[in-house]
């Protein structure tokens, strides 16, 4: 004798089949897409970031990032890297983060799901990564320094001027501390001068914070460009030259920690301007300072 399945049970095995189908369709491709983020929610900061994909599939995206502001359920607003920077009609794909992976260099991998599918996913979605988005995804994964500098950074299409200071170097980029930095995805000469060198290349705007400053990746180098960087980065990385030291007074003892904690304080506010620290973060550090 057949034992008649309630209707519930055909359709909740129906649902569960679709939506499995529905992934196996919808599998994630290493494809590298140059895309803008920024939230969708005003009270979630109004920043704006230049991040190339790790992955793709019809409806999600994913990428790495070194900033600490994103958060499971935040919305975000996506668009492609290389158009218009202005404008809200500019916006059109609309997603939620889904996941946000912290990863043992520091980055962290934010899954973005977006709520259709998308032109930024579909596109291409079937080609292998590409050789110029392994060559970002490189630049970003080089380890970096605290160094300062003067440099020259011109817009190649305006012909906008800055002069400022960088703050720190990798052999991928570098950032360059000033309170009006130029928009995401613009193309720039810039000039270092460091010592008696001086480093000249083509970058491009990788992430773009007003009053802050700004992170530039470079471009194409030559040998010549990128042993100047290595060895600027050499000096960086090499341990300081240990001397002996007499006894510091007690009054030079007490005036040089105090100095030493204003400056504690003035990086710690420096890194919450540039979304790497949060409030909370930058409190408890502060807090642990004074102690």
Known sequence: MQIPIPID???????????????????????????RV???????????EF???????????????????????????????????????????LGQVARVDCRPDGQYGVAVALSAASHLATSGAHAGP????????????????????????????GGARISARISDLSLGGC???????????????????KNDQIFDARASTASSHTGSGMGL????????????????LDECA??????????????ETEHRDGRDRRLAVKLIRSLVQKGILSQSEAAALIEDSQA
């Open 130 to 157: 590409q050789p110029s988005g392994k060559k970002n995804r490189e630049q970003r994964n080089e380890p970096r320094y605290p160094f300062v500098a003067q440099v020259v950074v011109v817009d190649e299409r």
């Open 9 to 35: 049970d055909v359709r909740t095995a129906s649902t569960t089949s679709a939506r499995t189908e529905d992934r196996r369709r919808n599998r994630r491709v290493p494809v590298s897409r140059d895309v």
């Open 217 to 232: 990746l470079f471009r194409e180098m030559t040998p010549e460009q990128r042993s100047t960087l290595a060895g600027w």
């Open 238 to 251: 090499a341990p300081p030259k240990s001397s002996p030291m007499a006894p510091l007074p007690a009054e």
């Open 51 to 93: 991040r190339t994909t790790q992955n793709v599939s019809r409806g999600a995206l994913y990428f790495l990032t070194s900033l600490h502001r994103y958060y499971k359920g935040m919305r975000l607003w996506v668009a492609p890297a290389h158009g218009p920077s202005t404008g809200s009609d500019n916006w059109k794909d």
């Open 38 to 48: 920024r939230p969708a929610d005003s009270r979630d900061g109004d920043f704006e």
């Open 175 to 193: 950032y360059v501390d000033t309170l009006n930095p130029f928009p995401l995805g613009t193309t720039v000469r810039l000039r270092i001068h």
